[in-house]
């Protein structure tokens, strides 16, 4: 009889599945070789600013500039999932780092004859990810923008509404004081029904407050908290 897995199989086709299976572990390896290093600037940033979110500080950008800070497999999958299952068109990520969930978005995109917008501050890792992308096969379904998203994401949604395709899909996984504000940009293009997914509200729950707070209370969203690794918080649109 054969073992049964832990955890379902990899949405991924073998050629995206290899790659980002390489950068999950590449991934891993990095979180555990920076864990003290983290550790130490949590502390600096709770007794500078009162807050354990060390990643607005000035050494804490520094140490994160190259870091992947890849979500888990599971979740990418879980993402890929519920892209398809929408029959999602519009797909926005907030926070690309090095490409690794946007393979799976664009895998998604694949199926449902749409596009992933990919945003990401550092132009290193956006060469990288574009690199990882083409290299999973699925460079075509994704683009990313280069620099600030409170600067590069408000034209590209307004084109994008002009188009008639408001948002269908949202990946949140971006430095926690940048969700909110993220959020505010993308409220009004979500169709109703859009699904926000937003990663490590459990784990951040105090510095996610004004985030949660918003999608949980203002009457726009409907929203649930899964737990595990983290917690992920889905957010429907109403
Ligand atoms: C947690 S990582 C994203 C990981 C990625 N989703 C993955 O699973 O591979 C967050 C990324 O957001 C980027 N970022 C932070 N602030 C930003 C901003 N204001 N505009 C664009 N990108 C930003 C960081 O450079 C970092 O690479």
Not at 66 to 77: F, S
Not at 136 to 151: Q, S
Request: charge should be negative; include cysteine; hydrophobic fraction near 40%.
């Amino acid at each position: 009889m054969s073992k049964t897995q832990k955890t379902a199989p990899s949405p991924l086709d073998d050629r995206a599945r290899e790659v980002a299976d390489r950068l999950h572990r590449q991934n891993r390896r990095q979180l555990l070789g920076s864990a003290v290093p983290a550790l130490r600037e949590a502390v600096k940033a709770k007794v500078g600013t009162g807050q354990w979110d060390w990643t607005a500080t000035a050494s804490g950008k520094e140490m994160l500039q190259d870091k992947m800070v890849a979500i888990d497999p599971e979740k990418a999958a879980l993402c890929h999932l519920l892209c398809r299952s929408a029959a999602a068109r519009t797909v926005v990520e907030i926070g690309t780092s090095y490409g690794v969930s946007t393979i799976y978005l664009a895998a998604a995109v694949r199926e449902t004859g749409g596009l992933v917008i990919g945003t990401e501050h550092e132009a290193g890792k956006v060469a990288a990810a574009e690199r990882t992308l083409a290299e999973a096969g699925v460079g075509e379904y994704a683009e990313i923008l280069t620099g600030d998203l409170r600067e590069t994401l408000p034209p590209r949604l307004t084109e994008l509404e002009q188009q008639g395709r408001p948002v269908d899909f949202v990946l949140m996984d971006i430095w926690i004081p940048m969700a909110l504000p993220a959020l505010e940009i993308l409220t009004p293009h979500l169709r109703p029904g859009a699904l926000v997914v937003c990663d490590n509200v459990i784990s951040g729950a105090t510095d996610y407050a004004d985030y949660l707070e918003r999608v949980r209370s203002s009457g726009d969203f409907l929203s649930v908290t899964v737990p595990g690794q983290g917690g992920i918080e889905i957010s429907m649109k109403l």
